[in-house]
């Protein structure tokens, strides 16, 4: 593999691999990576019938991670796990923490886990209100698909009991 100038980065050259698998060999596994400056994709067939592929992408930092884009301006979707979770997301997930702990006797109640956690019992309560939530509603949490406009106030304090009344409150 070489970079932009030319340097060699294969650092497993004149050895063999150490796992077949990995793509880098030097017994003729007709694997050959290379990093090139933009310009047009091509295959290139050699004297011995191997075939070079050659695809141009540009790395680009966004947020501390590196995003491939392609010549034409596509750029790679950030994978969901790369992603740093919303409030609504954290709140969710400190719910449903506090509330195994709860259920598993690790902690007889709310306000055990407000002074283990050193937060205020009500704010514990309406995080582990959240687990009440309809379905539909944690699953648009998760995705981030809720409409700006709710907030973790609308959902956590004094949710409806019925997932119907939730979704209509919320407009989901």
Avoid: C
């Avoid at 090139?36 to 141009?56: F, H, Q, Y």
């Avoid at 919303?86 to 006797?105: F, N």
């Avoid at 698909?145 to 973790?152: A, W």
């Amino acid at each position: 593999m070489t970079n932009f100038s030319g340097k060699n980065l294969d650092r497993s050259a004149g050895r063999k691999a150490a796992n077949p698998k990995d793509g880098v060999s030097n017994k003729g596994s007709g694997y050959h990576f290379e990093l090139e400056r933009p310009g047009a994709a091509s295959v290139v067939e050699s004297s011995d019938g191997k075939l070079s592929i050659n695809v141009t992408i540009n790395l680009k930092r966004r947020s501390g991670r590196r995003l491939i884009t392609l010549p034409d301006g596509t750029v790679q979707e950030p994978r969901p796990w790369d992603t740093q979770p919303t409030p609504l997301q954290l709140a969710l997930a400190r719910g449903h923490r506090w509330l195994q702990m709860l259920e598993t006797g690790e902690v007889s109640s709310l306000r055990e886990i407000a002074q283990l956690e050193g937060l205020d019992n009500s704010y514990i309560s309406r995080m582990v209100y959240l687990t009440t939530l309809a379905p539909d509603i944690v699953e648009a949490i998760l995705d981030d698909q809720l409409p700006p406009t709710i907030t973790l106030f609308d959902l956590a304090v004094d949710p409806p009991r019925l997932w119907s009344e939730q979704r209509e409150r919320h407009m989901v």
